[in-house]
């Protein structure tokens, strides 16, 4: 066993040894018994995806509640952005090391520590101790409220607790056959928009959805459609089956209206299934270019009359870009932002850099002040490694069917 094994292998066993609250100190006792280590903090990126939040290890020179710091054009920025590892000088023969704390491309935020000497071994040993950082902090967080307050930079209302709570835990996921990353800026009067996604073995789950309505009654909406689509995933259903479920589930309580898209992709063939219950298009850059991706609309969820819901097929190809969002992009201030050339300026952009432009780009049209939820979520596919790139095969429109 390697020597940096060991080490990394000690640092997991102490962090499973200590109270959940204490990862950022279980990381910095490590590197102050390895490399005489100061001043060592985490910072997380907050809920909205624009400022960090400090947490220094006990005994640090940051007080635990520290102003949160704009991430926009800061070297933390630059840090998550490039996934690389910053170095410069502090003071006399000090080094500041600025690390990426991510996992499965979900970036969690940075672990900063002052290090006297910083040579490449020594670098390379703090990167593997941010990223067990990650994994300690993707643990824990299980099992204590730190991390989740740590995140916060403004006061939470009712609503917007139930809503934060219904969307997965991670905002951006990467796999060999595709990257993809979310952002959702809520309205001051919540407005009941969530995004959803899980992997299979051989297929990839999406979501995106808006519960008509705002703040409480919205989210309770959102509630009961997120709950009803996760079971009937989890059952086994398909899209069309999950679709069936949410709105029986709609009419069953009588909650209210939701628009969805419902889209299973199979991770072989990039061939996805979709079901679009009222809900605003998707974008697709291809070769440069974006358009709407022109599914025919089925009736929201819960609309108490006849409706039958429709399948239909999308065939991703390598190199595709497929953005889900709600109208919360498109309407009242957000009107005023052209989508698609934002998408086509941002296509070098990981998902999550595009994700945080589309956002940002809705939220400054709207002065800050949203009248409706803002979700936005980037699919980028990269076919299956294990085929052939002459595969590209299937139709490259959508196609309804029964």
């Not at 059952?235 to 628009?259: E, F, I, N, V």
């Not at 291809?286 to 969820?301: H, K, Q, S, Y």
């Not at 800050?368 to 980037?378: E, Q």
Request: with cysteine.
């Amino acid at each position: 066993m390697e020597c940096g094994d060991l080490e990394l292998g000690e640092l997991l066993a102490a962090a499973e040894a200590a109270p959940p609250g204490e990862s950022v100190d279980v990381v910095a006792h490590d590197l102050q018994k390895r490399f005489g280590a100061q001043r060592v903090s985490f910072l997380f990126v907050d809920l909205v995806g624009r400022r960090l939040v400090r947490l220094a290890a006990s005994g640090g020179e940051v007080p635990d509640h520290a102003e949160p710091i704009d991430l926009q054009g800061s070297v933390y920025d630059s840090v998550l952005q490039s996934q690389r590892q910053h170095v410069e000088p502090d003071g006399q023969d000090g080094r500041r090391v600025i690390t990426p704390v991510t996992n499965r491309g979900d970036c969690i935020g940075v672990l900063e520590v002052t290090l006297q000497s910083a040579d490449d071994t020594v670098l390379r040993q703090v990167r593997d101790a941010a990223h067990a950082l990650a994994y300690i902090i993707v643990t824990d967080r299980r099992f204590t409220d730190l991390y989740h307050v740590g995140r916060r930079t403004t006061e939470t209302s009712l609503a917007a607790e139930i809503q934060h709570q219904l969307l997965p835990s991670a905002a951006c996921c990467e796999a060999a056959q595709f990257t993809l990353a979310a952002g959702l800026v809520p309205a001051d009067d919540i407005g009941g928009d969530t995004y959803d996604y899980t992997l299979d073995r051989d297929t990839l789950h999406l979501s995106v959805t808006d519960a008509m309505g705002h703040d409480t009654n919205s989210a309770l909406l959102a509630t009961l459609l997120v709950g009803a689509l996760r079971r009937a995933r989890r059952s086994g259903c398909d899209a069309l089956k999950q679709a069936q479920h949410a709105h029986q589930a709609l009419l069953s309580h009588s909650r209210g209206l939701a628009t969805g898209q419902l889209l299973c992709v199979d991770l072989e063939t990039g061939l996805c299934e979709l079901v679009n219950a009222g809900h605003p298009w998707p974008m697709r850059l291809r070769d440069g270019t974006v358009e709407e991706v022109r599914l025919a609309v089925n009736l929201p969820f819960g609309v108490a009359a006849p409706t039958s819901f429709r399948v239909q097929e999308l065939q991703l190809l390598p190199g595709d870009r497929l953005v889900l969002l709600t109208d919360g992009m498109q309407e009242r201030g957000a009107a005023a932002v052209d989508l698609a050339s934002v998408i086509h300026d941002t296509r070098a952009l990981h998902p999550r850099g595009a994700v945080r432009s589309l956002t940002g780009a809705v939220l400054d049209a709207c002065h800050g002040d949203l009248k409706d939820d803002a979700t936005v979520l980037i699919l980028d596919w990269h076919g299956d490694p294990r085929r052939s790139a002459d595969t590209r095969t299937g139709p490259t429109d959508s196609s309804p069917r029964r």
